[in-house]
C-alpha cells in the first residue's frame, strides 16, 4: 500500500505507549517527518491526551479492525481531525491515519447527491409546468408590451433556475463520464448556444481565438457544455451591455489544450482555496456553483482549472483539457 499516495502515515507502538515504527507521509497527517516521531510517547504524536491513546491501543489490541476519530493538537494552529484505522501486528498495536481535511477536501458534502436527485425531483416537474404555461402566454399576440417583457423576465429567470439545478446535480454527481473526442471550438461554440438568450439580451458577444492545428479533446461533452456556458454567463454578467468575452484556445503542454478565459470583473479572494468551493466564490455570481461544478467536472475527465490575477485587472482562468 503506498500511503504516500494515500496521504496517510502509519504508526505502530509498543505495549507502554512509545511510538516503535513510523512510515508514510508523516509530514502531511502528523506535520514532521517520520524521524522525529520514532521512540516518542503516542500522545504526544497523536497530539491528544495520556487517556485517550490509552483507549486506542485497548481498541487496537482487539484486532477488530476499529476505526476511531479524534482531533489532534500538532502545533500551534488549529485541532487537526485525524482518522484513525486500528489493528495489532504480532505484539505491537498500528494504526494508519489520515488527515480528514485531505480526504475530502474538493468533495462535495455527503448529503448532496441524494438532495440533488430530491430537489430534480420536487422541483423540475412544477418548473416545467410553469414553463409551459409562460411559453403558451407569450404566443398570445393581443399581449401589451409591458406584459411581452413581463414574460421575457419569466423565461429568463425559468432558464436561469433550470441551470442552477443542474448545476446543483452536476457537483454531486459521481458517475463514470462518457468520454470522446471533441473539436475545442466547437465546445465552446455549442455552450454559448446554451446561453445565447442572455448573451443577447446584454449584447456581450463572445470571441474565440484559436491557434491553429489544436488537436482534438478528450472529454464528456454533455457534462462539460453547461458548466462551461454558466461560466461564460458569468463572465457576461461582470461587463456592461456591449462587452466582449474573449476566449482564448491553445496549446498546452503534452498535447494537452488549453482554454483561456479572462473575466475583468473578477476579484481573487485572499484565500485561493475558496475560489472554488461552493457559494464562496466571488467568481461565481447567481448559484456561486459554477466554478466548483467546473472543477469537478474537468478533473473527473482528466483535465484541470486553475485561476490567477490578470496583469492588469480581473482573474484569468485557465481550463486544462486532456488530449
Avoid at 44 to 55: F, I, Y
Wanted: net charge negative; charged share 25%; hydrophobic share 40%.
Amino acid at each position: 500500500m503506498n500511503l504516500h499516495l494515500l496521504q496517510a502515515a502509519q504508526l505502530s507502538w509498543s505495549q507502554n505507549l512509545r511510538v516503535t515504527r513510523v512510515e508514510g507521509d508523516c509530514e502531511t497527517v502528523l506535520h514532521r517527518p517520520a524521524p522525529e516521531l520514532k521512540d516518542r510517547p503516542l500522545h504526544v504524536v497523536l497530539g491528544t491526551s495520556a487517556e485517550k491513546v490509552r483507549e486506542l491501543d485497548a481498541l487496537a489490541r482487539r484486532g477488530t479492525g476499529a476505526v476511531e476519530f479524534l482531533y489532534a493538537q500538532l502545533g500551534a494552529g488549529d485541532p487537526v481531525p485525524l482518522r484513525l484505522t486500528l489493528g495489532v501486528d504480532e505484539t505491537e498495536a498500528t494504526a494508519v491515519a489520515m488527515d480528514m481535511r485531505s480526504l475530502l477536501k474538493g468533495a462535495p458534502p455527503v448529503q448532496l447527491s441524494g438532495l440533488a436527485s430530491q430537489l430534480s425531483h420536487e422541483i423540475r416537474n412544477p418548473l416545467s409546468s410553469v414553463k409551459m404555461a409562460v411559453q403558451t402566454l407569450a404566443r398570445n399576440t393581443g399581449l401589451s408590451e409591458r406584459d411581452q417583457r413581463r414574460l421575457t423576465i419569466a423565461n429568463r429567470e425559468i432558464r436561469t433556475m433550470e441551470r442552477m439545478l443542474w448545476m446543483l446535480s452536476e457537483y454531486g454527481r459521481d458517475s463514470t463520464p462518457a468520454m470522446d473526442q471533441h473539436v475545442p471550438r466547437t465546445l465552446v461554440q455549442e455552450a454559448m448556444a446554451m446561453v445565447a438568450p442572455e448573451l443577447a439580451e446584454r449584447r456581450v458577444e463572445v470571441r474565440v481565438d484559436e491557434a491553429p492545428e489544436l488537436p482534438r479533446v478528450r472529454v464528456d461533452a454533455g457534462r462539460l457544455r453547461p458548466v462551461l456556458a454558466q461560466v461564460l454567463l458569468n463572465v457576461a454578467m461582470g461587463m456592461g451591455d456591449g462587452g466582449n468575452v474573449e476566449v482564448t484556445l491553445r496549446q498546452g503542454a503534452q498535447g494537452r489544450v488549453q482554454l483561456v478565459l479572462k473575466d475583468p470583473a473578477g476579484e481573487m479572494p485572499e484565500e485561493l482555496d475558496t475560489l472554488f468551493e461552493p457559494f464562496e466564490c466571488g467568481l461565481a455570481r447567481g448559484a456561486g456553483l459554477s466554478l466548483a461544478a467546473l472543477r469537478r467536472v474537468l478533473v473527473h475527465q482528466g483535465g484541470d482549472v486553475s485561476a490567477e490575477a490578470a496583469p492588469d485587472t480581473g482573474t484569468v482562468l485557465t481550463l486544462t483539457f486532456a488530449a
